[in-house]
């Protein structure tokens, strides 16, 4: 009965996408320059996605014929072919995700460009919309994935391959993404904004058209794969922790369902969730998303308490559990609010510093992402300690607890864990709203429309740069617990009882987990500085030699920019992701499966941080720059902006290029070991 309750919500949320779909594909496109802008767009995503989706593929079939071939255990001769088949359907599954995000985001923007020219409401109702498709889709899609193998395999743990598949796919399309976006941002911003002094999304700068690519293929497509593959990571590390003897004595297969039925709440909340997203003409857009999520939230906690009183057996304790995780996500969004917000006193302070020249600027903005670690590590410690507390009780947390209670301790994170994970679909949906609504803006500013219409643009534009922060502060709040859940599940699946650091094997196993994150971000980062050089010198050169480009008789040729994004992105995508993909592999053939646990708590404790610190400290200098264009100390074109843009143009590939990857770094790190592990246990040279 819970498997057909899982696959009826999810066919019922695809089936309101596409109705969703069917209506905005309704609605006025716009003008022949809005629509001639807009194909642009389209075209630029749709090209570079073909030719990434090409590369990851050829890379996927290469991996799952090793996998099939080296993932053997004599216990289970079928054991290669089913993570196999598992890693096959999760990248397939991740792509697909990631298309469906972009197809949806590159028909709204023009879409919610024009109902701008109508007013707030239709506006934000278009562009959120697109959202929701985009945040139904990917879930529903993990969920069908992760059912239909559960019912074929019959065994969680035969399931990781899907978990692999869709981690891997999703940091080639998250980092390719981001050093697309990123370098077209810089550029067009260095260029347009400082050295032209030309307003942001002008259509005379050559750049712009590749940065509005740039939304769709990182923000939109690589961060669908990215939380699709949290879900999913997520959703079979609960799944494996529930065969842990003393839960699956006291739930039975319903532990094992619990967090696919959780899942499926969520879907269902999400779409009544979306009705209550609607604005007057002076509403603030980000209260009409805050008041859909609220929505969402209090119908999931509903929920959650009838299905804990249900599928586990009155188990108040563990509902909440569930409460922990919900609390967690708000609080996140809170921490990440203040420091990200240019209403708040950490922006603001950025942005003053800004007044003295780029150095301080920079050095405030840095400063700022570092101390947001704190109040979130915090956070998520706390989140930890009492659901496992209230899954094991608070004897748990000693070291004389019993085997029994750790076990439920664990899975009171899990519980923790969904509870977090409960509004994803509309997280997703107010993630997607920013790229969609930052495109409108471009659109509108491009076409040249009326002023009414560039105040309402501006105003949604405010919106989807707050929700983009709060998704990536939600992200790696899940991509913590989801860790702890993920490393658990290592240990149970590598019999091992813990990890011990006084090993010199298992230490060096830790140094090196620790040494891949940041030889990640630095590769990551350089991409987007190599990729941004030559594209600044083609933008340079194109207002160097076009006669008439700045008075606006001659237009820029957009697809030579266009072009470099996509073959830089390409090219330098791949040596980062097989960094992390063959590390951990080598070590543990090498050392063994201990060392591996080594890498994998330091690497996730140095990616949780540096992820905090890149996404929050980079979103900080985004806002102090919107602060001072916002009219205050001096505005536009004073020396503080100047100042500002070039401090901004450091958080671009901080907080969209290399910390959003990190987030699928840690959960990849997990999903390669849960895979290999039996390759570790059978072949390591060193154990």
């Not at 598992?86 to 599954?93: N, R």
């Not at 097989?578 to 080594?598: D, R």
Request: hydrophobic share 55%.
């Amino acid at each position: 009965m819970l498997i057909e309750f899982i696959l009826a919500a999810c066919f019922a949320a695809l089936i309101v996408a596409g109705v969703l779909v069917f209506w905005i594909m309704k609605q006025d496109p716009g003008s022949e320059r809005m629509k001639e802008i807009a194909d642009a767009i389209r075209i630029g995503a749709q090209t570079y996605l073909a030719r990434q989706y090409k590369t990851i593929s050829i890379i996927v079939v290469v991996f799952t014929v090793i996998l099939g071939l080296a993932v053997r255990n004599p216990t289970n001769p079928y054991l290669g072919f089913q993570t196999a088949l598992g890693f096959l359907l999760g990248a397939t599954c991740s792509n697909l995700a990631g298309y469906v995000a972009m197809y949806i985001s590159v028909r709204s923007n023009v879409r919610t460009a024009q109902a701008t020219l109508s007013g707030l409401d239709k506006a934000l109702k278009i562009s959120f919309r697109g959202g929701v498709v985009f945040g139904l889709a990917v879930v529903s899609m993990s969920l069908l994935g992760i059912t239909a193998l559960f019912l074929i395999l019959e065994d969680p743990t035969l399931v990781v391959g899907f978990g692999f598949g869709a981690s891997f796919a999703a940091l080639f399309a998250q980092l390719g993404g981001g050093i697309y976006t990123k370098a077209a941002d810089m550029s067009a911003d260095l260029v347009g904004k400082v050295e032209a002094g030309i307003p942001e999304d002008d259509p005379r700068n050559p750049a712009v058209v590749a940065d509005l690519v740039g939304d769709n293929v990182g923000d939109i497509a690589g961060r669908g794969a990215d939380l699709f593959e949290s879900i999913t990571g997520e959703n079979i590390g609960a799944m494996i922790l529930a065969l842990a003897p003393a839960v699956y004595a006291a739930y039975g297969l319903n532990g094992i369902l619990f967090p696919l039925t959780a899942r499926a709440f969520g879907l269902l909340a999400t779409i009544v969730g979306m009705l209550f997203v609607f604005a007057r003409k002076n509403d603030d857009p980000f209260v009409a998303l805050v008041r859909g999520l609220v929505v969402t939230a209090l119908i999931t906690v509903i929920s959650f308490y009838f299905i804990t009183m249900e599928l586990l057996h009155g188990a108040f304790n563990m509902f909440l559990a569930s409460v922990v995780g919900i609390v967690a996500a708000v609080l996140i969004a809170l921490v990440t609010d203040y420091y990200t917000s240019y209403h708040r006193k950490p922006v603001q302070a950025i942005a003053r510093a800004a007044e003295s020249g780029p150095a301080p600027d920079i050095a405030t903005g840095l400063s700022v992402g570092m101390e947001s670690s704190g109040l979130f590590i915090i956070i998520i410690g706390s989140a930890i300690l009492a659901a496992f507390a209230l899954g094991g009780g608070v004897s748990a947390l000693s070291g004389h607890a019993s085997a029994e209670q750790v076990q439920m301790g664990i899975y009171g994170t899990a519980i923790a864990t969904m509870g977090m994970l409960s509004v994803t679909p509309m997280i997703l949906a107010m993630d997607g709203f920013g790229p969609i609504t930052d495109n409108a803006g471009g659109i509108v500013e491009m076409s040249g429309v009326a002023q009414e219409a560039r105040g309402i643009s501006d105003r949604m534009d405010s919106a989807g740069n707050t929700t983009k922060a709060l998704t990536k502060g939600y992200g790696v709040a899940s991509a913590a617990l989801s860790a702890f859940l993920l490393f658990s599940a290592f240990l149970e699946v590598a019999n091992l009882k813990g990890v011990d650091l006084a090993k010199p094997g298992v230490f060096v196993g830790g140094l090196v987990g620790a040494m891949l994150i940041f030889l990640f971000s630095a590769l990551a980062i350089r991409a987007v500085g190599k990729t941004a050089a030559e594209m600044i010198k083609e933008v340079r050169r194109q207002f160097r030699e076009i006669p008439g480009l700045m008075e606006g008789k001659n237009k820029p040729d957009y697809s030579r920019c266009v072009d470099i994004s996509t073959r830089a992105a390409l090219r330098q995508m791949v040596t980062p992701s097989m960094l992390i993909v063959l590390a951990p592999i080598l070590l543990g053939i090498v050392l063994g499966s201990e060392a591996v646990g080594a890498l994998l708590m330091i690497g996730t404790v140095a990616g949780i941080l540096v992820a905090l610190f890149m996404n929050n400290g980079g979103a900080a200098l985004d806002n102090a720059k919107k602060y001072i264009e916002a009219g205050n100390l001096g505005g536009k074109n004073s020396p503080a902006h100047s100042a500002a843009v070039i401090g901004d143009t450091l958080g671009d590939p901080l907080k969209d290029t290399a910390g959003p990857s990190l987030h699928v770094v840690v959960k990849l790190l997990n999903t390669i070991t849960l895979s290999f592990a039996p390759v570790f246990l059978l072949y390591a040279l060193i154990s």
